[in-house]
């Protein structure tokens, strides 16, 4: 179930009460503190394929809650996206990002790209210590931004494409409670093996969806230890660069965009050039 191609995963989809149970189980499992629970890992695996091209394999019917734009608003020049300023190139050159519309009482498919599974994900990402629940988890998310399939792409640039793009701000709500967690997931050095440095970097892009506009969140990634580490994953990066390392460059380099914060840098002896420095700056460039 958790390796079907596009009939079995149209069959699921499509069978009634699935989805449903297998959202209710893994919700369950974070609420009883068993996150590590082998059901657990099976449930976020079929998830994780079920939300595979979940765009291009969905029935026409459901496009309304992909593509729902507000015309009749104007562009504001404050109201930047993910990456800052530097959303607004982005717009430029891919047009107007389509809008999911939240459902409020999702039932079967609907929860697949539900604020609420987001969150559940996030909560596995944070709590699990099993290799392969974390890797569906970073992996569904993948597939509602960058929508590639692949967990080892996942990148800014997928993210900034995508219509599901805001249903990542709906766990903006949840970052005080989940960014302790995420900072404690990330190692203090890159990792060697593949499999990690690609978890790593997909912590460290969610990090960045979390931060990039929301100065509140920068400022719990801060309080919670996160800078130290990601400079540790930035600056003890190979000259070849691993994912991990431009990921967390990344990071750094958005982390200075929020001026208000820059003294609660200083009070907690950071400077400008642990932000903003050849390595960051070429990975935020890289975009």
Known sequence: ???????????????DGLIDSLVHYVRK????????????????????NLSYQLESELPARYSKFFYVQNRNEAPSDTNVGCFGGRSRKVKEQWGDTPVPEEISNPRGVEWLWNSIVVRMYLSLIAKSTRNYTQEA??????????GNG?????SPEGVVKTGFLSIIFHICISATELMPDLVRTLPDSVPESNIA?????SLCYV??????????NARLLLQNGGIRKLINLSSRDGAM???AGKAASLVLYNMWSHQEL?????????????FVNPKTSKAYHSL
Not at 1 to 15: D, I, L, N, T
Not at 197 to 201: F, G, H, K, V
Request: glycine share 6%; proline share 2%.
């Open 29 to 48: 499992s974070i609420a009883d503190y068993k996150p590590d629970d082998r059901a657990t890992e099976n449930c976020v695996c079929i998830l994780h």
């Open 197 to 201: 440095n690609d978890t790593t970097a």
């Open 207 to 216: 990090l960045n969806s979390l931060i990039s506009s929301n100065s509140q």
């Open 241 to 243: 660069g691993s994912k």
């Open 137 to 146: 988890s970073l992996g569904s998310l993948q597939n509602l931004t960058a």
């Open 262 to 274: 820059h003294s609660a840098y200083k009070k907690a002896t950071f400077k400008k050039g642990d």
């Open 1 to 15: 179930m958790s390796s079907a191609g596009p009939e079995g995963r149209q069959a699921m989809r499509e069978c």
């Open 150 to 154: 692949s967990i080892s792409d996942l």
